[in-house]
């Protein structure tokens, strides 16, 4: 066997593959996209297949649409979200009064180092651990979690993963698609009947690459009543598997 050309006409097929799907991406993509590009028709879609899964939606819908770009980070160090740290002093403290400068508000930025990088995540969140996630820009990066648990009403303890970006090169930004065909999508094919949609929130998302680094692309997370998680990808629709969310709420 001529190994040479066997190794060839592989290299060859995978590139013709590549060529192939990035073609069947850009088609879907476009297709999202015209969706989009009347946003009454997209409400009036909606709607209609709400009716007829007997939906219900008790979130409010994003009403921007921005044009993003994918990302990568590093931890600062290695595996340290998942480090508790025990605090010498508690403290109380309501996350949705976070952004005050009150006592408790005071004594949560001195133990907590840049606390004021996170945005308090309710859905993720429950009755005795309040669940952050870093900010890129405007955005949370949903697998870059700060914890705080807390214990007969004080914080305790904490738990912390920081990442900083890594500057690679220019990437292009993409408008993403909007709720409405994220909405469409789920609904036609993974929502059960008698759903109610109780979150739609726009971030990154994406796996870590080592110990450290992560890929992050901007993502749609919806979250049901019952727990279902589902991320759609914000530039080409994919859906992934839906995850169940541990916590008690669900907001």
């Avoid at 190794?7 to 015209?34: C, H, P």
């Avoid at 945005?119 to 700060?146: A, C, I, K």
């Avoid at 094919?189 to 992560?214: A, C, E, R």
């Amino acid at each position: 066997m001529d190994w040479g050309r066997a190794k060839m006409i592989l290299i060859v097929s995978f590139f013709i593959l590549n060529a192939v799907l990035g073609y069947q991406l850009w088609t879907t993509r476009s297709d999202l996209l015209e969706f989009d590009a009347n946003t009454t028709s997209a409400a009036e879609e909606i709607q209609r297949l709400l009716k007829s899964k007997n939906i219900q939606i008790s979130a409010e819908l994003p009403k921007e649409v921005p044009r993003l770009k994918e990302i990568v980070v590093r931890f600062t160090e290695p595996g340290n979200s998942h480090k508790q740290i025990n605090l010498e002093i508690p403290f109380k403290y309501n996350p949705l009064a976070s952004k005050g400068s009150s006592k408790d508000n005071v004594a949560a930025r001195a133990a907590i180092p840049n606390l004021d990088k996170y945005q308090y995540d309710p859905v993720m969140s429950s009755n005795e651990q309040y669940v952050f996630h870093q900010l890129y820009g405007t955005l949370p990066m949903f697998e870059v979690r700060l914890e705080l648990i807390e214990q007969n009403g004080m914080v305790t303890a904490y738990r912390q993963g920081y990442v900083e970006d890594q500057l690679t090169g220019a990437q292009k930004e993409q408008k993403v698609i909007s709720p409405y065909t994220v909405l469409r999508s789920l609904i036609e094919t993974y929502f059960p009947s008698g759903s109610v949609v109780s979150s739609i929130k726009l971030g990154y998302h994406g796996q870590v690459f080592d110990s450290q680094t992560m890929f992050l692309v901007p993502y749609w997370r919806v979250t049901l009543g019952n727990g279902d998680i589902y991320y759609v990808h914000a530039f080409n629709g994919a859906v992934e598997p839906p995850q169940k969310n541990k916590s008690n709420a669900s907001g």
